[in-house]
């Protein structure tokens, strides 16, 4: 699988981006997906998952409330809107595919990564 993520940009605090993430070489339509972060000089972190229909989503706290993950699986496509923007939510934004059975939250819970989309929050 290869996933290519996009929509990142500048924006100032209060602000909103809508990210995505467009899947290839084989569908992700029965497979979890997740958002991850990684601010410079800090380790990656868990930002939103999705179950592969939909229904059960998980946010990190730290994002709860302001951003909403959603996936449209006809275009092998998951998104991450991101509202009330932080400068803290300055990051690389990374897409993953989930390995079933392990912990929505953990990096090594995801195998298939895609490049990343700069997201930078000014204040």
């Known amino acids: 699988v290869q996933l290519q993520a996009s929509g990142g940009g500048l924006v100032q605090a209060g602000g909103s981006l809508r990210l995505s993430c467009v899947a290839s070489?084989?569908?992700?339509?029965?497979?979890?997906m997740g958002w991850f972060r990684q601010a410079p000089g800090k380790e990656r972190e868990f930002v939103a998952s999705i179950h592969y229909a939909g229904r059960l989503r998980s946010y990190a706290d730290s994002v709860q409330g302001r951003f909403t993950i959603s996936r449209d699986n006809a275009k092998d496509t998951v998104f991450l809107q991101m509202n009330s923007l932080k400068p803290e939510d300055t990051a690389v934004y990374y897409c993953a595919t989930y390995i079933t059975g392990g912990a929505f939250s953990l990096v090594s819970s995801y195998n298939y990564w895609g490049q990343g989309t700069l997201v930078t929050v000014s204040s």
């Open positions: 070489g084989r569908s992700i339509s029965s497979i979890r």
